[in-house]
């Protein structure tokens, strides 16, 4: 997933370190010579160079006059919730941690779902493998469920993703990898 906005004449010189076995093999490989801790450990998700969370880092590492600060929590209809310390320390979709007492979700679900999206920064290994094709594979994380979609250059120089099942919580600056049915990665972009 992460490979996706790295260039043909970076990936043709790169030697990763585990070669070809699975991480699922070295896993394997770890326990079996007694480093079992190790090869239990769980895969680490979102900003995995922070001890604890990223909202402490920001908190942390960014000046306070760089954070948009405070604002307003509201619902589908503009009413108002409560408030929050600003919207970096939020994710899409989160359900906890908001500090607001309410026995629902800020909104259903199902307002979280898309059928499209649009994509900058784009890197493709090979432009007609993925504009115009039939059907390929996106996901726009590296454990959520790959979707099916079209893909076509705008006017603008931006990739359009037209998803076949809609799909929740698309958030910009996320990224969004595309593969093939074997599962071969064709690239992605930054959702904007």
């Known amino acids: 997933f992460f490979l996706w906005g790295l260039k043909q004449d ?3 010189r790169m030697l990763l370190p585990m070669g070809d076995i699975t ?3 070295a896993r394997s490989y770890a326990a079996e010579r007694g480093f079992g801790q190790v090869a239990a450990k769980k895969d680490s998700i979102g900003v995995c160079f922070c001890p604890l969370d990223y909202r402490s880092f920001l ?4 000046p306070e006059t760089l954070l948009p600060g405070k604002g307003r929590f509201v ?3 503009g009413d108002f919730l409560g408030w929050h310390e ?3 320390f939020y994710t899409v979709g989160q359900r906890r941690g908001l500090g607001i007492n309410l026995n629902k979700v800020l909104a259903p679900l199902s ?10 920064e784009w890197n493709l290994v090979e432009n007609s493998r993925v504009l115009g094709a039939n059907e390929v594979i996106v996901k726009i994380r590296y454990r959520k469920q790959a979707n099916r979609c079209r893909v076509t250059l705008t006017v603008e120089g931006l990739l359009r993703v037209r998803l076949i099942e809609p799909l929740e919580s698309i958030a910009p600056g996320q990224a969004a990898a595309f593969y093939d ?3 071969y990665l064709l690239g992605g972009g930054i959702i904007l």
């Open 75 to 77: 619902d589908e209809k």
């Open 23 to 25: 991480k699922n093999e």
């Open 86 to 88: 600003g919207y970096p």
């Open 10 to 12: 970076i990936l043709q």
């Open 181 to 183: 049915k074997d599962g």
């Open 111 to 120: 307002s979280l779902y898309k059928q499209e999206m649009w994509l900058g």
């Open 59 to 62: 908190k942390r590492e960014v």
